[in-house]
């Protein structure tokens, strides 16, 4: 009995080194992975140069957008009351029931001949 006894507590150390042995090595092999992952993450779209964001030049840029809109809208309007461009609003005789025109305005604009 005491043979038996003996080799079961030498098995069970073996396992327990084992089982030492193989958490050491596990956990070694993440340890060097996610080091790997953690130095060497950089994606290809943040090694791009990226234009600074500037709010104050984002604002100069819709105000000039702004600008060029309200000088062709002064444009139209001065053709409008000056009568070189006529326009004409016609309604559809009947909606078509499938598509998105359905009820909407058409609007025609013509050039008027030149004076």
Same mark, same amino acid.
């Given at each position: 009995?005491?043979?038996?006894?003996?080799? $079961? =507590?030498? *098995?069970? =150390?073996?396992?327990? =080194?084992?089982?030492?042995? +193989?958490?050491?090595? +596990?956990?070694?092999?993440?340890?060097?992975?996610?080091?790997?992952? *953690? *130095?060497?993450?950089?994606?290809?779209?943040?090694?791009?140069?990226?234009?600074? @964001?500037?709010?104050?030049?984002?604002? /100069?840029?819709? @105000?000039?957008?702004? $600008?060029?809109? $309200?000088?062709?809208?002064?444009? #139209? #309007?001065?053709? +409008?009351?000056?009568?070189? #461009?006529?326009?004409?609003?016609?309604?559809?005789?009947?909606?078509?029931?499938?598509?998105?025109?359905?009820? /909407?305005?058409?609007?025609? #604009? /013509?050039?008027?001949?030149? /004076?």
């Amino acid at each position: 009995m005491l043979s038996t006894t003996s080799e $079961n =507590r030498n *098995f069970g =150390r073996k396992d327990s =080194r084992l089982a030492l042995l +193989l958490w050491v090595v +596990l956990t070694s092999v993440v340890s060097v992975g996610l080091w790997e992952c *953690f *130095f060497h993450q950089v994606p290809s779209a943040e090694a791009q140069v990226r234009p600074r @964001l500037d709010a104050g030049a984002q604002r /100069k840029q819709l @105000l000039e957008a702004q $600008n060029k809109t $309200n000088v062709k809208l002064d444009e #139209i #309007i001065r053709l +409008l009351k000056s009568g070189s #461009i006529t326009v004409k609003v016609q309604r559809q005789a009947k909606p078509k029931p499938e598509g998105d025109s359905h009820g /909407k305005t058409k609007i025609k #604009i /013509k050039r008027a001949a030149p /004076k």
